[in-house]
């Protein structure tokens, strides 16, 4: 018996622990000869649930097969009902979610459903999300080529069980929390779609030289140009991979993590050594992924990195072309001749030779700022997302014994 690090002010007592088993009864899927096969679905009837379904803790009614009222009721498995908690024992173990969202339903044989009892069942549902399940989860694996569960060995997890007053102040917070990330996922989801919408009709497209969408007071067909008429390619000088290391001074960004966090770094002498030896990003210019999922841009500020020559160049640009404008007409232009099968490559004259439409500098400069402004966004609710998930990972190490 213990207590928790971090508890909620007012709760002093210590922890019992007890057998999962003993807070929750278990029904598996029927695995007789009734078992639904592909014949038995239908378009619209009671949810046949599978680990599939399972995502972010609750289940996908979108997605999910459905079987007839009268299939259903042939089946001596699992009923779901709402307050169950459904549990993965194949595949991907301990995958689970709570039934929150509808009344009726039955499970496929990867899964068992678990019926809370004499305690708080979202409470039961954040401990099965918690480190103390998947503790006892990877040392009761009885599989060899797939994992596996059984319903019996889950019910030997030991769980910590407080008051039940304690056990619903918890699962409150941990609930808050869950409203919380699914609140900022939907609006980053939300403002995706808005910019790829947008993308797609703000660019004139199938040889029209306006697009759908534009601005208040911008009335003038687009130019078409060639990158090649509004500036030139470059490339850093070759780094070898010899000359790279695990950690050091300077950032070496290669195609994997441009965009990203480096894994691989050069000494500073080097760095040195090959800015003044050889031609090199100046601040403003755009760097380009060249190779693999072409088109992604990251904007030189001046900082100290070197990024890998042929699959990252950088593209300098003259005062025709608006910086935020270029960033969102490389993810919609489409490239002349890109080459290579399994790895994409733009080579650098096909990347000067593609074409595109291109409007006056004010309007570059009125889309540039907008989809800029939906770039924030996305990045605010992904950093509150990402901060969210901290938080909640951290309470479920603290708050649990």
Not at 99 to 106: A, H, S
Not at 349 to 369: A, C, H, M, R, Y
Request: include cysteine; hydrophobic fraction near 35%; glycine fraction near 8%.
């Amino acid at each position: 018996m213990d207590k928790p690090k971090i508890r909620f002010k007012g709760y002093t007592e210590v922890w019992e622990q007890r057998k999962l088993g003993d807070y929750c009864d278990m029904f598996n899927g029927d695995r007789s000869s009734k078992y639904p096969n592909a014949a038995d679905m239908v378009s619209d009837g009671i949810p046949f649930i599978n680990a599939g379904d399972l995502e972010n803790g609750t289940v996908n009614l979108m997605t999910c097969n459905r079987i007839s009222r009268e299939k259903y009721n042939d089946l001596g498995g699992a009923k779901l009902q709402r307050g169950d908690i459904v549990y993965c024992l194949r595949g991907t173990l301990g995958k689970n979610a709570f039934i929150g969202n509808f009344d009726e339903g039955t499970v496929a044989s990867s899964l068992v459903a678990l019926r809370p009892k004499n305690i708080d069942g979202k409470y039961l549902y954040f401990i099965l999300n918690s480190d103390i399940e998947y503790r006892q989860r990877i040392v009761r694996d009885e599989g060899a080529a797939q994992p596996n569960l059984s319903a019996k060995s889950v019910s030997e997890y030991i769980i910590p069980v407080p008051s039940r007053a304690e056990q619903q102040h918890i699962s409150a917070y941990f609930s808050t929390l869950d409203h919380l990330i699914t609140l900022h996922q939907s609006k980053c989801e939300g403002v995706k779609k808005l910019k790829k919408y947008m993308l797609q009709n703000m660019f004139p497209r199938n040889g029209s030289n306006i697009p759908k969408i534009r601005f208040d007071g911008f009335t003038d067909a687009w130019e078409q140009r060639k990158f090649g008429d509004l500036g030139s390619v470059s490339m850093c000088k070759r780094i070898f991979k010899e000359q790279t290391l695990t950690e050091g001074e300077i950032p070496f960004y290669k195609i994997g993590t441009f965009g990203g966090e480096a894994d691989a770094f050069i000494t500073r002498k080097l760095y040195e050594e090959y800015k003044e030896k050889f031609q090199y990003p100046e601040i403003g210019d755009i760097l380009i992924s060249a190779s693999g999922t072409i088109g992604r841009t990251v904007e030189y500020t001046g900082e100290d990195a070197y990024f890998q020559d042929s699959n990252i160049v950088w593209f300098k640009h003259d005062e025709r072309v608006d910086n935020l404008f270029l960033k969102c007409l490389f993810s919609v232009v489409k490239w002349s001749g890109i080459e290579g099968s399994t790895i994409k490559r733009l080579y650098n004259d096909n990347f000067l030779k593609t074409e595109f439409w291109i409007p006056s500098v004010e309007e570059q400069k009125k889309i540039g700022d907008y989809f800029d402004h939906l770039d924030h966004l996305i990045t605010l609710h992904q950093r509150k997302l990402e901060n969210l998930r901290i938080l909640k990972k951290f309470m479920l190490e603290k708050m649990f014994v």
